[in-house]
């Protein structure tokens, strides 16, 4: 099928920058660090668009990370078989993280999405996105904003893509129980043509961690108006999306 988040475009994620795959824990080895996770999904929802066709997906992440703020890795995702984005999402990131003042960091970066099932008469579907990341701790509550941005390329029809988000969390005190809000704003070739390039996704969730294990629960939704295709509009619809997740 044809992902409407990529009815103008090749590609799904944004530096977040391991979306819907589990935190992971760090594994001291000298100066650089192993941390990673695999993750069960009910619905694989990317700016608030099911790219899994509301289905269930496993999905994985690895990370190494140096003493400096240097970190590499590689996240992904199965996904229904299409000849132009096959059954899997590799995506490999790189970048900067670092504390810049108490309470306040940054995380520079870019993404190379990959799609290893490409069938070449379906056209290109790799692209490349690069985004930056704000984080600040107000009392009990962390806020990030991020800004990401992929150039013009083939795989989003020789447009370029800005999207824009703000995730809110807060831990309940004395319990493994953190909530977490987010709304974001895509502008540019990630956006649909039901809503001309633009649309704004939001969601509200929460998350228990038990030792390596992870319980998430999210409801999400978009401004996205309705086509009058079923099997389009499905994949906007407002819905909860559950996932359990291991960490190492």
């Known amino acids: ?14 530096l977040s920058f391991v979306p819907a795959a589990a935190s992971a824990q760090g594994v001291p080895s000298g100066p650089l660090s192993v941390s990673g996770g695999i993750n069960v999904v009910s619905d694989y929802r990317f700016r608030g668009i099911s790219q899994s066709e509301e289905k269930v997906e496993l999905q994985s992440t690895v990370t190494v990370s140096h003493i400096s703020g240097l970190y590499a890795g590689a996240w992904g995702s199965g996904l229904p078989d ?65 800004l990401a941005y992929a150039p013009k390329q083939k795989s989003l029809g020789d447009d370029d893509n800005l999207y824009l988000n703000l995730d809110l969390s807060s ?16 502008d540019g ?39 009058g295709v079923k099997a389009v509009d499905t994949l906007y619809d407002p819905t909860l999306v559950f996932g359990i997740g291991l960490l190492f």
Not at 104 to 118: E, H, K, Q, R
Not at 119 to 141: F, I, K, N, Q, T
Not at 176 to 186: E, Q
Not at 190 to 218: C, E, F, K, M
Request: aromatic share 10%.
């Open 1 to 14: 099928m044809q992902f409407p988040a990529k009815a103008c475009c090749g590609a799904l994620l944004a």
């Open 82 to 146: 299409s000849p132009r984005y096959g059954q899997y999402e590799l995506d490999l990131y790189g970048g900067y993280a670092a504390e810049i003042a108490p309470g306040t960091s940054i995380d520079l970066g870019a993404t190379y999405y990959v799609y290893p099932g490409n069938r070449d008469r379906a056209g290109p579907s790799d692209y490349v996105e690069a985004a930056g990341r704000l984080s600040h701790d107000l009392g009990p509550v962390s806020a990030t904003a991020m």
């Open 189 to 227: 070739a990630l956006g649909t043509a039901a809503t001309n390039g633009h649309y704004l996704d939001w969601s509200l969730g929460a998350r228990i961690i038990h030792g390596p294990v992870t319980l998430s629960a999210r409801y999400v939704d978009t401004d996205i108006r309705k086509t």
């Open 171 to 186: 831990g309940i005190p004395n319990s493994p129980v953190t909530l977490t809000a987010s709304v974001g704003y895509t």
